[in-house]
């Protein structure tokens, strides 16, 4: 059932996301629209077509042998419902993101750890560095692979761990979309021992890496 949930979330992430971007710019390229988005160039064709089937995006002929989408009154409709629903959502992430960094960190610092890094960018890392503040706890990097940024909330952002500069005691995971592989990739570079990880990613650590669930 949890996982039938993140998909319909991130089938509606998608969709909103696809809505906006339309609403913005309806000349905008679909290769535009899967690098704004984050997702495969056939992915938002498939949507495209998903959409214009619901009725919620017309297509009209446009210069340069190029298409034109345009939001009808139904999808500007949809994507004020899922604006509200996104924003709903948001502020629930958000507190419980918040109360399982605030525990990981705990869990941390009754181990001795106070300087971590965070594995991948993302809405969960910018609230963890926000608890990390009133923790006591120094965030000395965000190790993200696919990320572009030199910061990210103020913190430095390497693709791997071998590129941080600094010493750090743990691992916490705060990436959402590929959790298990950011997961197995700490535990290959610092040991499970020293990787933590919130509740909400379901990640189902051995008892060696105590995690933080």
């Given at each position: 059932?949890?996982?039938?949930?993140?998909t319909?979330?991130?089938?509606?992430?998608?969709?909103l996301?696809?809505?906006?971007?339309?609403?913005?710019d309806?000349?905008?390229?679909?290769?535009?629209?899967?690098?704004?988005?984050g997702?495969?160039?056939?992915?938002?064709?498939?949507?495209?077509?998903?959409?214009?089937?619901?009725?919620?995006v017309?297509?009209h002929?446009?210069?340069?042998?190029?298409?034109?989408?345009?939001?009808?009154?139904?999808?500007?409709?949809?994507?004020?419902?899922?604006?509200?629903?996104?924003?709903?959502?948001s502020f629930?992430?958000?507190?419980?993101?918040?109360?399982?960094?605030?525990?990981?960190?705990e869990?941390?610092?009754?181990?001795?750890?106070?300087?971590?890094?965070?594995?991948?960018?993302s809405?969960?890392?910018?609230?963890?560095?926000?608890?990390?503040?009133?923790?006591?706890?120094?965030?000395?990097?965000?190790?993200?692979?696919?990320?572009?940024?030199?910061k990210?909330a103020?913190?430095?952002?390497?693709?791997?761990?071998?590129?941080?500069?600094?010493?750090?005691?743990?691992?916490?995971?705060?990436?959402?979309?590929?959790?298990?592989?950011?997961?197995?990739t700490?535990?290959?570079?610092?040991?499970?021992?020293?990787?933590?990880?919130?509740?909400?990613l379901?990640l189902r650590?051995?008892?060696?890496?105590?995690?933080?669930?």
């Amino acid at each position: 059932m949890d996982r039938l949930l993140e998909t319909d979330h991130a089938d509606e992430r998608i969709v909103l996301g696809l809505l906006s971007s339309l609403e913005s710019d309806a000349e905008r390229s679909q290769r535009h629209i899967a690098s704004e988005l984050g997702i495969a160039l056939g992915l938002v064709n498939a949507y495209l077509k998903r959409c214009v089937k619901k009725g919620l995006v017309k297509v009209h002929d446009a210069p340069a042998r190029r298409y034109a989408y345009y939001l009808t009154p139904q999808g500007f409709a949809e994507k004020s419902r899922l604006t509200v629903q996104y924003l709903s959502n948001s502020f629930s992430f958000f507190r419980l993101a918040k109360g399982d960094c605030v525990q990981a960190f705990e869990a941390a610092k009754g181990r001795g750890f106070e300087g971590l890094v965070l594995a991948g960018q993302s809405d969960l890392a910018e609230i963890a560095i926000l608890c990390a503040l009133d923790a006591g706890i120094t965030i000395v990097a965000v190790v993200d692979a696919r990320s572009t940024a030199a910061k990210f909330a103020g913190v430095d952002v390497v693709k791997t761990f071998a590129d941080v500069e600094g010493k750090f005691d743990a691992v916490l995971v705060t990436d959402v979309t590929r959790a298990m592989q950011s997961y197995e990739t700490a535990i290959a570079a610092v040991g499970a021992e020293r990787v933590l990880a919130p509740a909400l990613l379901r990640l189902r650590l051995n008892a060696a890496g105590g995690g933080a669930r």
